[in-house]
């Protein structure tokens, strides 16, 4: 009896093990697609974040724009916190 109740529970033949597989591949794209990219805003934020102390002690009068926080930041690399340092790479890596 028992026998029966675990081979009635596992698919059988090629077809339903195709049918299982699809089904699973479907369900994962699915999720892969449904999750919506970082955006450049959000990257921009963490940015902020992570780095806006380092702005205000290191690049205090530097006007944002046309790469100067990026200039100033580079001239203070050796300054700029570990926090702001990883979320650069991570910026840097997208």
Not at 14 to 29: D, G, W
Not at 34 to 47: E, I, V, Y
């Amino acid at each position: 009896m028992m026998e029966t109740a675990l081979i009635t529970l596992v698919p059988s033949g090629a077809a339903s093990m195709n049918r299982l597989f699809a089904s699973a591949c479907a369900a994962s794209l699915f999720l892969i697609l449904a999750a919506p990219p970082a955006s450049a805003q959000d990257r921009a934020a963490a940015l902020r974040d992570a780095c806006g102390k380092d702005i205000a002690t290191h690049c205090p009068d530097v006007q944002p724009g046309g790469g100067r926080i990026a200039a100033c930041f580079k001239q203070n690399a050796a300054k700029l916190s570990e926090a702001c340092r990883t979320a650069l790479k991570s910026s840097a890596a997208d």
